[in-house]
């Protein structure tokens, strides 16, 4: 009986503990593997972050209608054109719209394939794996930050974070620039260029596909748990 209060206690103190922004998981939807789906669209809006004029909800919403999933290719067993459609679910998307913070939800279509049964969850690189932060709205707070332009304590109150993500955000940028980069490119790389000009550069394939291809996560992604679909 002891034991069992205990289980109970910590359960209910669990439930009402707050992480993030990111919706109640349904039922079936941890077995999803995460496809991100690379576009020329998140090229468009990362050349746009130094301007904060940005829609990434209309964008997923254009990359999830673009997407030919009965041309896809099955990461877990390798079978073409056996996705069928398996549903979707909400997720929220915060985004930095002309200097304020916009929290949206957003449909994250699920596909299912034929032959092994595995359940994949479509994801524009527009979006980080498991966090409702935006990949932009992340790069509009690193700007912001090497900039200098402001203080760190107006930083997280204009972008609405702590001071702990911030500097997390900025070691894990770091990082992931150097593993893009290589290491002789990074040091001579400022990261003001490497934000505005290597990302939002015209250069294909795009350096955050080729930066998941090599590492089998994304840019910025905490998680490391993806699979990956290349457009048709």
């Not at 997390?168 to 990074?186: D, T, V």
């Amino acid at each position: 009986m002891i034991n069992s209060n205990i289980k109970r206690e910590r359960t209910e103190a669990t439930k009402h503990r707050s992480f993030s922004k990111t919706l109640p998981v349904q039922k079936g939807q941890t077995n999803s593997t995460m496809i991100p789906y690379f576009t020329e669209i998140c090229k468009e809006l990362l050349k746009k972050t130094s301007k904060n004029n940005i829609s990434e909800s209309q964008a997923c919403k254009k990359a999830a209608e673009e997407y030919k999933y009965h041309e896809g290719a099955c990461l877990n067993c390798g079978a073409i054109g056996n996705f069928r459609p398996h549903g979707s679910y909400m997720r929220h998307v915060v985004s930095y719209i002309n200097g304020k913070v916009n929290d949206d939800l957003v449909e994250t279509r699920r596909f299912k394939c034929k032959s092994c049964k595995k359940t994949h969850a479509l994801i524009s690189d527009i979006l980080v794996p498991y966090s409702p932060y935006s990949l932009c709205f992340r790069l509009c707070v690193l700007l912001a930050y090497f900039e200098r332009s402001m203080t760190v304590a107006v930083i997280c109150e204009s972008f609405g974070i702590v001071k702990s993500t911030l500097y997390a955000w900025k070691a894990q940028f770091l990082e992931h620039k150097g593993l893009m980069l290589g290491e002789l490119l990074n040091r001579t790389t400022l990261v003001l260029s490497f934000i505005r000009e290597h990302l939002g550069s015209e250069s294909y394939p795009s350096p955050l596909q080729r930066f998941f291809n090599k590492l089998k996560f994304s840019f910025l992604q905490t998680k490391r748990k993806t699979s990956q679909v290349v457009p048709p």
